[in-house]
Structure formats: C-alpha cells, structure tokens
C-alpha cells in the first residue's frame, strides 16, 4: 500500500481496468488529472477533440468496436455539460462508457461559483449511475464501482465528478484486480423456458425479431442456430443489425418504420414472435395495439423494466440471451417448415429493395461502398436519410459492424464515433455515414482526424437540404419546407482540405467511385462530398401511428 494523490489515483485506476484510450479536453478543475496523464502517456493514449461532445461520441464508438469500456474526460460547468448528448447516446443505445469530469472545490461548491454545475445530477436521468466524489478515500472504489456498473447486465454511461480538491489530496491506495463481469443467469425463469419451449414447438410461422441485446450479449452465433434449428424467419431491428448475416436466406431486412416491406408484411403473417434484446421502439413497432395481432410474442431480454413496457408479451425469459438462446435451442424440437420459408422467399422476391439507378443516390452510394469494402468495413452513421440506407443497402456480417444512434438519433454523432472506432480498430476500414446537415454539426472532429492522422473516411449524402425532416415535410406537411433548406455557400471540399484531410466532390458514380479508391490508399482522413438531389427519399415508409403492415414506397403513392 502506497500514498498517492487523487489524481494518480485516477490514473492507477483506470491502468487496473485495462483502459489504454481516453478522449477529452482539459480545463482548469481537471488539471491535475492531465498532468498525471502527461507523466503516464506512454500508458495510456489521450485523444484531444474539438468539442467535449466530439469525446463522448469517441468514447462511445471505441466501446461500441471493441466491447471494452470507453472513457472519456472533460472538466468542469460547460466541459461537463457539453459531454451530456454523448451521455444520453450511450445510455440509449446501451454502451459501456465512464464520464470523469471534474468540479469546483468542496469549500465552493452550491455557491455558483465560476464553471460550477452540478453534473451528476444534471446526467442522472441518462447513466446508470452518477457519483460525486468528496472524499479522496473514497475516489478508488467509486471508479471501480463505476466500471462494474458500466458493464454489469444491460451495459450503460457511469459519471464520475471529482471534486478539485480531490484530486490534489493524498490517500492510501492499494492495487486490485477488475471484477469478472458475470452473465445474468439468476433470474431465468425455467418454468418460463419450458412454457416458451411449447410455444415454439407448436409455432407454424415463427418470425424472430433480433434487437441490439443480442450484439451486446455476443449472441449472434446461438440467434443464428436457433433460427436454423425451428425455421423461423429473421427480422432485426436498426441496433440488431449484424445479428443475423445480411445475406441469408431466412433474413427478411430490418422491420419497422423504414424497414423492407419483407419484414413489415411477414410479420402480419406470423404465428409466433420471438423478440430478443429489443425493447419494441416506438419505430419498430408503429401502432402498438396493432403490431403482430396474430402472433405469440416471447421476450427475451436482460433488463426487467422492458417487459410489457411498450408491448404485452404472453410470455417473458428475463436474463442474458446467448444463455437463454443455447438453453432454448438444447429444448426446442428442430423442424423444417417448407411452406412458411417459401412464402418468405416470396415475399423477399416480390417487394426487393429498389432505387433510381439512372442518377446518384444514397443507396447507390451505400451499395458501391458495401462492393468496395467486401462487406468488411466498420460502418458509423450520423442520424436521417443516410443512416437509413446505410442500414437498408450495407449486408452487414457481423455484430458490431455498424455503430449508429439508434435510440436517442443524435446527429453529430459518427464523426467523434468514427474516429473513436477506428482508433480500436486500426486495421479495418472505417467509413462514417453522414447528411450534410449532420455533417455541420460536428464537422470540426475532421480536424481531430488529421491532427492524430486517424485514417477515416467520412461520405457526406449531400442534398442540400435536412433530408429526414424534408421527407415528412413533403408527405405530411403539403411541402411547406420550414428552415429545412441549406442552399449556401459552405464547400465541404474546401473544408476538409482547410483541416488537414483530403478532400473529394462526386456527382456520378464513377466519380464516386474514383474517390473512395483514392480515400482507400490515402492513409489520412478524407471527405467525399457526393451531391444527391434534394427530393431522393428513403422507401419504404410507415407514416406515423399506423400499423408496420401499411409501409409504402413511391410506386404505391402513384396508384
């Protein structure tokens, strides 16, 4: 046992949990801790960002890449509140991420003194946890505590708020081994197992809804086994993508409201539903009193508060899903179910995924990508039109290959997330997915890129306009276009090339094609700006409060 200052403390902390990579910005209260990360840089990595948002969504995106915890730093009033949307990011879309922020000094605080906010408890509603820390005794255990709260069950964003006093003061400290983070077996219900075993036996169109808890519980080998072993057809959710290869046969595409009309009509068809790691969001479901009428539904999920929250399911198995998977597929008789897959094929057969070929357009782009990339690129997406296609037009292979704001749709997201993925994934191709409106909004993260040579690659969908919002503008609004319109000057070529990346304009898919081989060898971060038209919309649609089944495309509007 040794003495150390807050501040190493934090640092020694943070070593004990294998942490390597932090993001952030400094600032006054949060000195102390950077001048210990100066003396441990060759321990640990610091990423500086341009904004405090900018790390969070790092942060985010190195968690969401490699499993690990992401942290990320900032200090006190406007640095700590500025990390709040990548908080609540991360809190809605379950990751692993620990905020350590830190404030005035005891004697100060509640006075209103300079740069004083009182972050834990503006972030309570969006973490799992936030803590105050005004006792240096007291600082090791909470960031241990944090990064078990972290990680433990449905993972979430802990906040740690260090008083400045704190991390000047001394205290004992003893090094300790990170707790093992244990699977949540204690509350499968076997009786429950065995009533959902029956329902499966008995299913003669059983339709599986695969949600982000299975990518979280690295269940995707078991999901895809189940679904071999009953036949069931496999739908996924915008944070399930993955899940399920994009390629197989029994996958129908992503269901809800932008889902393939595969998913939102088979799904009417079902018999029996069998959820898993997905909480029945709002844009999954459309009309909740008319979602899957005719069947069953199972609920397979590790967090108790999601049964019966959005949907009354008949039947529920509260824990972890790769061991409620591998136990339901040693009880659940195998059958074949020709007639149910042929209808499937059918379904997939007469409503394919289309678009205009004759012009650019985002599924065009996506679709070129998916080619050149071999399937195998980490896909970030920011939030709108874009984020759909990339979800729609990339068959992705494998959990964690796309990262995107599915619950809270944070635009100016996948920039910092990006770059944060990149960095824990060095040798892989990373792409970020961005509107031009999104791209405004954190665009200052490309000088981030450049600045530590951070190899991404950032497609701008560039129509001019706020595509998502425009869409519901033109189809629910009588095209009144309400501050929607972003006809200006800004030359994001310029932009880039002026922050130290390469920067590429493309109007044709040749041209596109050209700069995303160029974006390829160029070991530096590039923007490719490809201008689509104002009007292109993302197809299918279910317009809000009706039922998945009644989604729609184009053509049908012309009927």
Known sequence: MKQLTGSEIVIECLKEQGVDTVFGYPGGCILNIYDELYKHQGEIKHYLTSHEQGAAHAADGYARATGKVGVCMATSGPGATNLVTGIATAYMDSVPVVAITANVGVSLLGKDSFQEVDIAGVVMPITKHSFIVKNVHELADTIRRAFKIAQTGRPGPVLVDITKDVTANVADYEPMKPVEIQRITDTIDEEAIERAVKMINKAKHPFIMAGGGVIIADAENELRTFADKIDAAVCDTLMGKGAVEGTADRYTGMIGMHGSKASNFGMAEADLLVVVGARFSDRVIGNASKFAQDAKIIHIDVDQAEINKNIEVDEAIIGDAKVILQTLIDKVDESKKPEWMAEIQNLKTKYPMTYDKGILTGPQVIEKIY??????????????????????????????????????????????????????????????????????????????????????????????????????????????????????????????????????????????????????????????????NEDDKVWPMVAPGKAIETCFSAEDLDK
């Open 371 to 532: 080619e050149m990339t071999n399937g195998d690129a980490t896909v970030v997406t920011e939030v709108g039109q874009h984020q759909m296609w990339a979800a729609q037009f990339y068959q992705y292979k494998k959990p964690h290959q796309l990262l995107t704001s599915g619950g809270l749709g944070t635009m100016g997201y996948g920039l910092g997330a990006s770059i944060g993925a990149k960095i824990a994934r060095p040798n892989e191709t990373v792409v970020n997915i961005a509107g031009d409106g999104c791209f405004r909004m954190n665009m200052n993260e490309i000088a981030t890129a450049a600045r530590y040579n951070v190899p991404i690659i950032q497609v701008v969908i560039n129509n001019h306009v706020l595509g998502m919002v425009r869409q519901w503008q033109t189809l629910f609004y009588d095209k009144r276009y309400s501050n929607t319109i972003l006809q200006d000057s800004v030359d994001f070529v310029k932009l880039a090339e002026a922050m130290g990346a390469d920067g590429y304009r493309a109007t044709t898919i040749e041209e596109f094609e050209e700069a995303f081989k160029k974006a390829q060898a160029a070991g530096k971060p590039v923007v490719i700006d490809c201008i689509i």
